[in-house]
């Protein structure tokens, strides 16, 4: 889905589509003789801000007057050091954040005469950057919908206006996951409008994605709105994106602190996230981190959204088809990671071996991180920059997402929800 049409300019339909949600107006993607409409930029929340910023996601209202649904919505604010990857054309704004967008197919087909089939595409990210908008919509139009598929795309909170977590019960975080789940809520609702079938949902998403993907499977309040998950390069194995509620409110304290927080109670340091511009949740590259990760707003095991442990949530769960996919070089984006700051390559697997498997983690760390290196550098020319750089890319392949797949498949299958 990417843009290799991206050269094309939609028409806007100045029809009024008197959709489930209300009056609606939409673009016009032009395929031969194919048609698919596309509606950008649809609040399903109300604005997460003020008494909502730190809180689940409340509904949007139906409209009576007609909507322009021409133009992709605002990305959620961005945070972490990866912020600066966003492009210089996108917009933010916290307060319109909370769109979807819809690409329907204008036909109908004989093979599914209850509604086309649904997929619902969660962007990642890292669960500190990224945005619905990332796909150009007039490529995105010319692939997937093509095959008699509507497709959803979602914008959810990132960084702390979606992860924020005091480790109790005044702010237990996770908000960008009910994000995703009050969007599914939407498509159980309305998609029947846009011509799909909303018990034929099949949820997808790539990296972070993937990870929210796996883990609308496991909660009880949103593994009831799909019927299939297809996770991409990330699952709820990936340790580096899922902490025990301690340790992500330690994570939050440590960034606040850093940036001059010295209360030491939960209240005061909600109050503190309260009153900070976006831009100061982007300055997470000079903190001094003392745990492990490189993330640092993410997803946390708050007994809310996750109400019990993964292990029984996953028996407990629907019996959901799953397809759970890596790419052969998933370490290699990695290379951008804060900790990969050498130009030794040796040095930088062995601080990747050290993060990963510290005392925090494992028993004898310095034992386990021995015989990892020795097992990545067993007949490699450890001289050679470029032959250890590729047992890196393998290392932070199969830490990050290659064994966390595998476990998830096996986990499924154990469950007899894997294909």
């Not at 087909?109 to 990642?124: A, D, K, M, Q, R």
């Not at 975080?173 to 009910?178: E, F, I, P, Q, S």
């Not at 940036?259 to 909600?270: E, F, V």
């Not at 966390?404 to 986990?411: P, V």
């Amino acid at each position: 889905m990417g843009g290799f049409l991206s050269h094309l300019k939609p028409e806007n339909n100045k029809e009024v589509y008197h959709a489930s949600c209300g009056p609606i107006r939409g673009n016009i993607y032009k395929h031969d003789t194919k048609i698919v409409d596309g509606y950008l930029g649809i609040p399903y929340a109300k604005p997460p801000v003020g008494e909502l910023r730190f809180k689940k996601p409340v509904a949007a209202e139906k409209w009576t007057e007609p909507l322009d649904c021409y133009e992709y919505g605002p990305g959620c604010p961005q945070s972490g050091i990866f912020s600066v990857m966003c492009h210089d054309w996108m917009t933010f704004d916290e307060s319109k954040c909370l769109t979807l967008n819809v690409f329907a197919p204008r036909w109908k087909s004989n093979e599914f005469p209850n509604g086309l089939p649904v997929l619902f595409y969660i962007h990642g990210g890292g669960f500190e950057i990224g945005y619905s908008s990332y796909f150009n919509d007039y490529s995105l139009s010319g692939t997937i919908p093509l095959r008699d598929i509507v497709v959803v795309t979602v914008n959810y909170r990132l960084g702390p206006f979606g992860f924020l977590t005091t480790g109790d019960d005044l702010v237990k975080g996770n908000y960008g996951l009910w994000d995703q789940t009050l969007a599914l809520k939407w498509v159980q609702e309305h998609i029947a409008s846009f011509g799909g079938d909303p018990n034929n949902v099949t949820v997808s998403g790539e990296s972070a994605g993937g990870i929210s993907v796996d883990m609308l499977a496991l909660s009880p309040h949103s593994n009831k709105l799909f019927h299939r998950f297809y996770a991409m390069s990330g699952t709820s194995n990936c340790t580096f994106a899922f902490r025990t509620n301690r340790d992500e409110s330690h994570v939050f304290e440590v960034f606040a602190k850093h940036h001059g927080y010295t209360g030491t109670d939960s209240q005061s340091l909600l109050d503190w996230y309260q009153a900070q511009d976006v831009e100061v949740f982007k300055k997470t590259g000079e903190v001094e981190r003392d745990f492990s990760g490189f993330l640092f707003f993410v997803p946390n095991f708050d007994g809310d959204f996750f109400p019990k442990p993964i292990e029984q949530l996953r028996k407990e769960a629907p019996k959901l088809d799953a397809l759970i996919t890596v790419a052969e070089y998933e370490g290699l984006g990695m290379m951008m990671n804060p900790l990969c700051k050498y130009p030794d390559s040796l040095k930088n697997l062995k601080s990747f071996i050290s993060d990963a498997f510290g005392p925090k983690v494992t028993n004898n760390c310095e034992e386990v991180q021995r015989k990892l290196l020795e097992a990545y550098t067993r007949d490699v020319n450890v001289d050679s920059q470029q032959d250890v750089a590729k047992k890196l890319v393998e290392f932070l392949g199969d830490y990050m997402f290659n064994s966390c797949a595998l476990n998830t498949a096996k986990s499924c299958k154990m469950e007899l929800k894997f294909i």
